[in-house]
């Protein structure tokens, strides 16, 4: 039987419709390379538009999708990366320079000159206290002029950077962390998950040419635009897979529960016609074709008025690979030929990775965002300055994880609808959160240098 330890990597993705576990195990003779060994999810509760809205509720959900992975892989999961969606997601550019030199005489780049620049390039930006930069993000490093990708040990003069820095709401990550410490689940880090949908769903070639990575998940849709391997701008619509439910609920005269039947029906349905029968009325026959419509005028809307805002900042010929879809509506019939027809530019819909080697049923767009988690942890390990991310001291309010029960307890108390034992509530402490979080990124490079 297996054992969490160090060959164990778990990603965690707070989603609007659904909780994700992924578990993934190292190969031992090749620890770069992993196998998806279980996938758990649960119905989120407690969570619209991506963000927390009921604490307790959103406690369960996570508490039963671990549940279902653990019983899947056969031991407890204590610790994982955690994906999150958080609206007011600003994404900021900027750029650095140092003098790296010695006596007018090139030297090798050391880790003090990286700590620097990164610096540097974040007090050449402003945000309120109220903000986490959660990702600071080295776009492209210059020495002496010319780009390179890893400036360690690299021999010049003068070492310049263009950073992309992604803040979101101080609150909503902390909301995120307690929720799942009180599920009883250590944080171990925090991605935005539009960064780790573009992970799970773009090749590397993609990346490298340029492409644009869109998830449109049940509350929002996520975009993140590539180029040169590495992400230059991303951007949280709240919008997403409920809206074309509420659009079905209005035109066709629905309950919220039946609109929501029928959008995933015509996923996969090759029916002629639908029928259903909503309470206290008789069966009706609904053609495919409108519902269809109805779903693409909502999914053009999206595009058209909030998606083309983000991507129209730079030119379309900058993303030679197109656009690739992932989430749960990306897999509704025609999508793809609609929004190439909108941009003029290629469209496909992603499946995970094929080297994760996901389980069967689980191998769909939907669960690109999972895949893209594990990819976040190992592109970090392979790379530390691939993603500089905030001191976990700034995001992590200081709450141990609640112990939970044993699977077996578990398994008796949802059955028996017993409820869970609580733990401090989210206005307990304060945290003192300021813009010199930053500062303390040396202490970041100590631990991994």
């Not at 609904?286 to 999206?302: G, Q, T, Y």
């Not at 994880?401 to 409820?419: C, D």
Request: glycine share 8%.
């Amino acid at each position: 039987m297996f054992r969490e330890a160090d060959t164990t990597l778990v990603g965690l993705c707070v989603g609007t419709t659904k909780i994700s576990v992924i578990v993934a195990q190292r190969d031992l003779r090749m620890r770069e390379k992993v196998q998806v060994i279980g996938i758990g999810t649960a119905p989120s509760d407690g969570i619209r538009k991506g963000l927390i809205v009921n604490l307790e509720q959103a406690v369960q959900s996570v508490r039963s999708a671990v549940y279902d992975a653990e019983t899947i892989v056969g031991f407890d999961l204590k610790r994982a990366v955690v994906s999150f969606n958080a609206v007011d997601v600003k994404s900021i550019s900027s750029n650095a320079m140092v003098s790296v030199g010695r006596n007018a005489r090139p030297v090798p780049v050391q880790v003090d000159d990286v700590e620097r620049i990164i610096e540097n390039a974040q007090n050449g930006i402003s945000y309120p206290n109220d903000k986490l930069a959660l990702h600071a993000i080295p776009v492209r490093y210059y020495i002496d002029g010319t780009a390179v990708d890893a400036p360690l040990s690299m021999t010049g003069m003068v070492l310049q950077m263009d950073m992309h820095t992604v803040t979101v709401p101080l609150t909503h990550a902390q909301n995120v962390v307690n929720c799942v410490k009180r599920a009883g689940v250590d944080v171990e880090g925090l991605v935005i998950k539009p960064i780790s949908s573009a992970l799970g769903a773009l090749m590397d070639e993609e990346m490298q040419v340029g492409a644009i990575s869109i998830c449109i998940g049940g509350g929002t849709t996520g975009v993140t635009l590539y180029k040169e391997g590495r992400p230059i701008k991303i951007g949280i619509i709240p919008i997403g897979g409920d809206h074309i439910t509420n659009d079905l609920a209005t035109v066709l005269r629905l309950p919220l529960k039946k609109a929501e039947e029928i959008k995933k029906r015509i996923f996969v349905s090759e029916d002629d016609h639908i029928a259903v029968t909503p309470r206290g009325q008789s069966e009706r026959i609904i053609s495919p074709n409108k519902v269809l419509e109805i779903i693409s005028s909502r999914i053009e809307e999206l595009f058209v008025d909030h998606v083309a805002s983000i991507v129209s900042e730079h030119d379309v010929k900058l993303f030679p690979a197109g656009i690739i879809l992932s989430g749960g509506v990306a897999r509704t019939p025609g999508i793809d030929g609609l929004l190439s027809k909108v941009f003029k530019m290629p469209v496909r819909v992603a499946d995970p990775q094929e080297y994760y080697q996901m389980p069967p049923g689980r191998d769909i767009a939907s669960y690109v965002n999972a895949v893209g988690t594990i990819r976040y942890i190992l592109n970090k390990e392979r790379n530390p300055f691939s993603f500089i991310d905030a001191p976990k001291s700034v995001w992590d309010r200081g709450f141990a994880p609640i112990p939970r029960q044993s699977r077996e307890t578990s398994e008796e108390r949802r059955f028996s609808g017993g409820q869970s034992t609580t733990g401090q509530g989210i206005g307990d402490t304060v945290v003192n959160y300021t813009k010199n979080a930053w500062g303390k990124l040396k202490e970041v490079f100590k631990e991994l240098f």
